[in-house]
């Protein structure tokens, strides 16, 4: 196993030697939904608490890691920390409150902090540009920014692995089985929950803030649409959830699958993605993974 | 699992995302072009994709360009910013494509051409109106139509002629719309007209009583409103309702759709607005290409549909002078030429940033838009002033 991980990671290492731009971008891309869907499953597929706003740390990460590249002038990878910083800030101020409640709140409050943020990007116009959008000097960094990326893909996957091969981890999984039970064992489920979106919150806030560097250029609708929320939700789902690596299979395996189809049928595109979902909830609630770990002996913590 | 299979795995991956084709040298020009197919701006794309064929099938039935015959590789974009960036670099670096054209809408073009200037290809953006982007020092984009600032010159301008002296300047919170209001500004001040009040409101915004209360408590002799479709529909319906009666009031994106008139009825009427091209403008060829569009397409072409068309003939143009596709041949005749097409004229300064094209403004008059601005592309004179709501 161990093996097997090094050698794919040795191979992708090589990748930029031999890969066309457009190639390095594309799996680029697939770090990055790496990170975002195995950042959902940290908090939504191990406690159960669904997060319909993933995406507002994305847009967050974005806009620190642009404003502070454009205004202050930093380093872009010092950047992309900052971007997950902020991410972090905004997990607290939002987690804070929400997970003290059981139940849908904290669903319906991730859904709602995506347009506000959205809301504050556009009014904001002297830091942000508004609906101007920000644009970034030009900087040819693919290949260093692909890197960065493959190691924040490799260090969420890496962290899901200790998680969930932890007490920590097996506690959040209790509040996901039931959490009145996980309080009666005697879990301060509310810490562990926001402890669980906070982890949850930097990986994305880091690749919103590579992202924005390596297009130069975001505005408030690319950077909060609802559309990227439901992409890393349905690749973690697909690959499945719980689990470590059901977000990196999902991210590969539906990436590579939307770039053929894209390409060449346009239109059929979203009504495949409908499909996925009903399809996953319907016969595969556990994913692929899950699948295979049913039917054959597969340890529970891949 | 052995450690080999994982191996041959991750380099089954790697070929299939990064396989590189080889390009034959002497097959058609490939022109790669990403496009809003599907998204926010579907409808728009579509027609300038629409654009982009006809001038395909256009250069092909003269010969060609340089001998070879031209092929358009087209991708989808969804209308995203992210998505036109990844789609350049595949028609750069694996399609090979031999020539590049723009998308859809500036704030994709924004980032699509980071993309281009890397690789140092010409991209003729012929539907990217704000001029920030030309404005960068960027060398290898070049823009079509005429810039966001201009689109209420029109307006201003006749409101100056007849001695309007106060204007209030309102719109939406976009890329787009900011920069045609703030070229309202400027030029009403140029003009020696008082800006008595400016305000911008939120894309999507349905509900305009309050700035509107506000507008009318400064009574202005001109409302120029940057919009796009639905905000201008919204907009007139509710001045009507809160009697809100300026000498004149023109809107921009929106106005010029035959769904303008058709949702607003007589309530449209005297409403002045502004388009980059009309089928009626006196540009040689020009309704002989609306027969043929709507012949081969079964619809109306729209200015994106002309822009792209006429981009794509201007990229063709300075190929054929260069004789030649490389980049800094055709930098070089695109900086230098000068031409006429359906769409109105092409000349660019320095930065590729489009100096001589000209919007024209018409004024909604019994059922019809009559071009009014300017002169000599005029079929009529403006109804001025406008009537109170009462008397249409």
Partial sequence: MAAAILSVLAALAAYP???????????????????????????????????????????????????????????????????????????????YPCLRLKGPYFAIAMLGLNEVLRALVSYFEGLTGGGNGLSLPTLDASVPIYYVMGVLAVVVTAMSWLIVTSRFG????????????????????????????????????????????????????????????????????????????????????????????????????????????????????????????????????? | ????????????????????????????????????????????????????????????????????????????????????????????????VDAIMGPY??????????????????????LAATTSIFKKGRKYIFMVISPAEVYLEGLVDMAAKRGLKTVAVVNEDTLFSKAAASGAVELAKKKGMQVVFTEAYPKGNTDFSALLTKIKAANPDVIAAATYFDDAVALTRQMKELNVNPKMYGVTVGGDLPEFYDT???????????????????????????????????????????????????????????????ADKVREQLLKLEMRTIFGDYKVDADGFQVAHKMVTFQWQKEKKVTVWPDDLS???????TPAWTGR
């Fill in chain 1, 17 to 95: 030697v031999v890969g066309t731009g457009y190639g390095v971008r594309s799996v680029q891309q697939i770090f990055m939904w790496i990170a975002l869907a195995g950042s959902w499953n940290l908090i939504s597929g191990l406690t159960g608490y669904v997060s319909f706003g993933h995406v507002a740390f994305f847009g967050a990460g974005a806009y620190a890691g642009a404003i502070l590249v454009a205004s202050a002038g930093w380093p872009w990878p010092l950047a992309a920390l900052a971007g997950g910083a902020a991410a972090v800030v905004l997990a607290v101020v939002i987690g």
């Fill in chain 1, 170 to 302: 097996l506690r959040l999984m209790t509040i996901r089985e039931d959490e009145v039970a996980a309080e009666a064992m005697g879990i301060d489920t509310f810490h562990h929950k926001l402890a669980a979106l906070l982890l949850s919150a930097v990986g994305p806030g880091v690749a919103g803030a590579l992202m924005a560097r390596d297009q130069g250029y975001i505005e408030p609708i690319s950077v909060f649409p609802l559309a990227i929320t439901v992409t890393m939700i349905v690749m973690a789902l697909f690959g499945g959830k719980g689990t470590v690596f059901g977000p990196v299979l999902g991210a590969a395996a539906l990436f590579v699958a939307q770039e053929i189809v894209w390409a060449r049928y346009p239109y059929v595109h979203p009504l495949l993605f409908g499909a996925i979902i009903v399809g996953v909830v319907l016969l595969m609630p556990r994913g692929v993974l899950g699948l295979l770990q049913q039917r054959y002996r597969l340890p529970r913590t891949i």
């Fill in chain 2, 105 to 126: 809408s500036s704030p994709v073009t924004e980032a699509a051409v980071n993309v281009t200037e890397k690789y140092k290809k010409v991209m003729v953006a012929p």
């Fill in chain 2, 264 to 326: 607003l009825k007589q309530n449209a009427e005297y409403i002045y607005g502004a388009t980059q091209w009309e089928h009626t403008l006196p540009y040689a060829g020009n309704q002989e290409w609306f027969e043929s569009y709507k012949k081969e397409f079964a619809h109306d072409p729209s200015y994106h549909s002309a822009a792209g068309y006429a981009g794509c003939l201007v990229y063709a143009e300075a190929a054929k002078r260069a004789n030649s596709l490389d």
């Fill in chain 2, 379 to 385: 079929k009529g004179k403006p109804l001025f002033p």
């Fill in chain 2, 1 to 96: 699992m052995t450690s080999k299979a994982p191996t041959a795995l991750a380099v089954a991956l790697a070929l299939a995302v990064g396989g590189v084709m080889p390009a034959t040298a002497q097959g058609p020009i490939r022109i790669g072009a990403s496009l809003s197919l599907t998204g926010t701006y579907a409808k728009l794309g579509k027609n300038q994709h629409e654009g982009y064929q006809l001038c395909e099938k256009e250069v092909n039935g003269k010969g060609g360009l340089l001998g070879r015959k031209v092929q358009f590789v087209v991708y989808d974009d969804q209308s995203m910013p992210a998505t036109a960036v990844r789609l350049y670099e595949k028609l750069i670096t694996e399609d090979m």
